[in-house]
């Protein structure tokens, strides 16, 4: 079973931060430093792009039979259903672990055994998800 990530608006504004501070410090960098009003653009594209990229490709959760596999953009997480030792809700997704969740209404899944011990995550349909979860991770305690 596949499912996608949905957007919140504290994962937008926070991904607008990202975007405007670095544009602030770059063009104040070259006015203060002379830099070449080339060099300037080419950086600010580069934010653009790589903010870009990070806010709009949709994060994918797929359920296979023994792991729950995290597709978020380059990088891919692996969790087995056995290392899955908590689930509760969650609306904090700029802190801590594994970040995955696009949105505010997210499920955070702690578990052993990884690089991270939890990983918040968003799914659109997040009562079919939980229920799907529910069946694969037995020894998970649900706080919900």
């Given at each position: 079973?596949?499912?996608?990530s949905?957007?919140?608006?504290?994962?937008?504004?926070?991904?607008?931060?990202?975007f405007?501070?670095?544009?602030v410090?770059?063009?104040l960098?070259?006015?203060?430093?002379d830099i070449?009003?080339?060099?300037?653009?080419v950086?600010?594209?580069?934010?653009?792009?790589?903010v870009?990229v990070?806010?709009?490709?949709?994060?994918?959760?797929?359920?296979?039979?023994?792991q729950?596999?995290?597709?978020?953009g380059?990088k891919?997480?692996?969790?087995?259903?056995?290392?899955i030792?908590h689930?509760?809700l969650?609306?904090?997704i700029?802190?801590g672990?594994n970040?995955?969740?696009?949105s505010?209404?997210?499920?955070?899944?702690?578990?052993?055994g990884g690089?991270y011990?939890?990983?918040?995550?968003s799914?659109?349909?997040?009562?079919?998800?939980?229920?799907?979860?529910k069946?694969?991770?037995?020894?998970?305690?649900?706080?919900?």
């Amino acid at each position: 079973m596949t499912y996608y990530s949905k957007y919140g608006s504290k994962f937008i504004r926070y991904n607008i931060l990202l975007f405007v501070v670095p544009t602030v410090i770059i063009l104040l960098l070259g006015m203060f430093r002379d830099i070449s009003l080339y060099r300037i653009s080419v950086s600010i594209m580069l934010i653009i792009i790589i903010v870009l990229v990070n806010t709009f490709k949709p994060v994918k959760y797929v359920f296979t039979d023994h792991q729950l596999i995290i597709h978020n953009g380059i990088k891919k997480s692996k969790i087995y259903y056995d290392a899955i030792t908590h689930v509760e809700l969650t609306e904090d997704i700029i802190v801590g672990g594994n970040k995955a969740a696009k949105s505010e209404d997210a499920i955070q899944i702690d578990y052993t055994g990884g690089v991270y011990d939890n990983v918040k995550v968003s799914p659109r349909e997040k009562e079919s998800f939980l229920l799907e979860l529910k069946k694969k991770a037995v020894k998970a305690k649900f706080n919900l």
